[in-house]
């Protein structure tokens, strides 16, 4: 190998270790903001669960033409039962849920709807038009649709 070949072996490597020192800062650059957004996503996340977090508080109670709230928050057991006491259905309110633990209507669908604890969610019993749901105090639900 002559001088003038070294020369240039010395002169390309210069070249290739400038790139690459350039192309270690622009990945720290890109290191940096991937994780700097990734901090700001986690962090709305948890402000919005945090802040404007959609949990219910009430659990309310359709029967006929009467309405009932009870706080989630207590635990609660609620008998549900006719003017001439022909039917029987039991509410509970437990840990944050709500269910149906006994009903003694043809079907049952009400009690195999399982436990709630959502906004929005509800337990049904058509045959002794019974509606339970979950919301925030003071909200009323929406209407979504409406039917003449």
Not at 17 to 22: C, L, N, R
Not at 74 to 87: K, Q, T
Request: charged content about 25%; overall charge positive; some cysteine.
């Amino acid at each position: 190998m002559n001088a003038r070949a070294f020369i240039t072996l010395v002169q390309e490597l210069t070249v290739i270790k400038v790139k690459f020192k350039q192309t270690i800062k622009n990945n720290r650059a890109n290191i940096t903001i991937l994780i700097i957004l990734i901090f700001l996503i986690v962090a709305f996340f948890l402000a919005r669960n945090f802040f404007w977090s959609d949990t219910p508080d009430t659990v309310v109670i359709q029967h006929n033409d009467s309405i009932k709230e009870y706080p989630l928050s207590e635990d609660n057991d609620i008998a549900i039962m006719d003017i001439l006491n022909n039917y029987h259905n039991l509410v509970i309110i437990k840990d944050g849920k709500v269910w149906m633990e006994k009903a003694d209507c043809p079907d049952k669908l009400c009690m195999k709807q399982g436990k709630i604890s959502k906004e929005g969610q509800s337990i049904v019993c058509l045959p002794h038009k019974i509606i339970v749901s979950l919301r925030k105090k003071g909200h009323s639900p929406e209407m979504d649709a409406v039917a003449k």
